[in-house]
T-cell receptor, first 111, second 114 residues
């Protein structure tokens, strides 16, 4: 069964304290792995897509990496405005475009 | 800019009412999706559509139906609303090709069924 597990469920950081969020997955033929950011009461906002092991993508203080079993979202020197829930999702090979989502990691960054 | 628009941000309905949630996208995407999001359960797929008049059941279709008469519009219908359908509903759309398979989401509709 295709599955996505994110850890930790919640993470509290001080401003400037770097850390990583984990997304482990089991899927039959990975077509793509997606990271989203979701602010309270809003829809998820797309951040990154990764397609193959070894791929990395960066945007400001965020960097996403991918291996054959997991993805990491590294946050360098976070700021309070990085506080949000981060969602990971995978698309299986042969799917018609639907994603399987993890339950998310709620990140809080304190000043 | 990519845009997925959901017709209502907040809705309050009574048990047994028929409820329509509307979603419109302006990206000419083939795929459209309806999810519900509940604390501790994450996003769960209700239905999706990969073409006009086509639909596929997701993980939790019971109590819901959908309609896609035009490419840009995808409607979610609660035939007889119940209190356990109180939730945040999210619509998304994506293209078919690998380069366009990113799902873009609307702002969500928070539905309360009393």
């Amino acid at each position: 069964e295709d599955q996505v597990t994110q850890s930790p469920e919640a993470l509290r950081l001080q401003e400037g304290e770097s850390s990583s969020l984990n997304c482990s997955y089991t899927v039959s033929g990975l077509r793509g792995l997606f990271w989203y950011r979701q602010d309270p009461g809003k829809g998820p906002e797309f951040l990154f897509t990764l397609y193959s092991a070894g791929e990395e993508k960066e945007k400001e203080r965020l960097k996403a990496t991918l291996t054959k079993k997991e993805s990491f979202l590294h946050i360098t020197a976070p700021k309070p405005e990085d506080s949000a829930t981060y969602l990971c999702a995978v698309q299986a090979g042969g799917s018609q475009g639907n994603l399987i989502f993890g339950k998310g990691t709620k990140l809080s960054v304190k000043p | 800019d990519v845009k997925v628009t959901q017709s209502s941000r907040y809705l309050v309905k009574r048990t047994g009412e028929k409820v329509f949630l509307e979603c419109v996208q302006d990206m000419d995407h083939e795929n459209m999706f309806w999810y519900r999001q509940d604390p501790g359960l994450g996003l769960r797929l209700i239905y999706f559509s990969y073409d006009v008049k086509m639909k596929e059941k997701g993980d939790i279709p019971e109590g819901y139906s959908v309609s896609r008469e035009k490419k840009e519009r995808f409607s979610l219908i609660l035939e007889s609303a119940s209190t356990n359908q109180t939730s945040m509903y999210l619509c998304a759309s994506s293209g078919l090709s690998l380069a366009k398979n990113i799902q873009y989401f609307g702002a969500g509709t928070r539905l309360s069924v009393l």
